[in-house]
Antibody
């Protein structure tokens, strides 16, 4: 059974940093692109980052480019999101998701809440 | 960037109705569109990928179609468990983009 479990969320002040983790199990982690998606309270879904199987290629929307860094450790079947210079508009539930090239984001974690506030 | 226009933003249906949601993209996405269901407090769940491929275990009352820039998602015979929000996602080109969502409610 595919499982994705996020951790590392919490309350952080504007301008500070936070690192999210996602532990994957139930599939060969190194064979899949992985992604982060967020959802602000009462809002829609926003794609945040994607990383290739080896980690050599990363993709971001303009809203987080230069502030967020996605990475992975295939030996540990883990995905990470380093978030720097956090803003109030980064407040959201962050989901880790597996990316299947044919089907899209096919498995999602339960999400972790990040609140950016002073 | 590819723009996604999902409509309608909300939908009211009776049990047993057929409902349809559309997503129009600003350029051809080569059928790389997925549809998700999300219930309050839960993660999104993939229902359909690559325009029309139903995920294993998802009821056949859910369906998708389209090509080029125009795509649709339908639920035939709406059931109470289908009350949720629905989102489309294009994953043909980065940045991947979601539609704005459609909230399905019971009439």
């Amino acid at each position: 059974e595919v499982q994705l479990v996020e951790s590392g969320g919490g309350l952080v002040q504007p301008g500070r940093s936070l690192k999210l983790s996602c532990a994957a199990s139930g599939f060969t982690f190194s064979n899949y692109y992985m992604a982060w998606v967020r959802q602000a309270p009462k809002k829609g879904l926003e794609w945040v980052a994607t990383i290739s199987t080896s980690g050599s290629r990363t993709y971001y929307p303009d809203s987080v480019k230069g502030r967020f860094t996605i990475s992975r450790d295939n030996a540990k079947s883990s995905l990470y999101l380093q978030m720097n210079s956090l803003k109030s508009e980064d407040t959201a539930t962050y989901y880790c998701a597996r990316h299947d090239h044919t089907m899209g984001l096919d498995y999602w974690g339960q999400g972790v809440m990040v609140t950016v506030s002073s | 960037d590819i723009q996604m226009t999902q409509s309608p933003p909300s939908l009211s249906a009776s049990l047993g109705d057929k409902v349809t949601i559309t997503c129009q993209t600003s350029q051809n996405i080569n059928k790389y569109i997925a549809w998700y269901q999300q219930k309050p407090g839960k993660a999104p769940r993939l229902l359909i990928g690559f325009t029309s491929r139903l995920v294993s275990g998802i009821p056949s009352r859910f369906s998708g179609s389209g090509s080029g820039r125009d795509y649709s998602f339908s639920i035939s015979n709406v059931e109470s468990e289908d009350i949720a929000s629905y989102y489309c996602l294009q994953y043909d080109n980065s940045p991947w983009t979601f539609g704005g969502g459609t909230k399905l409610e019971l009439k």
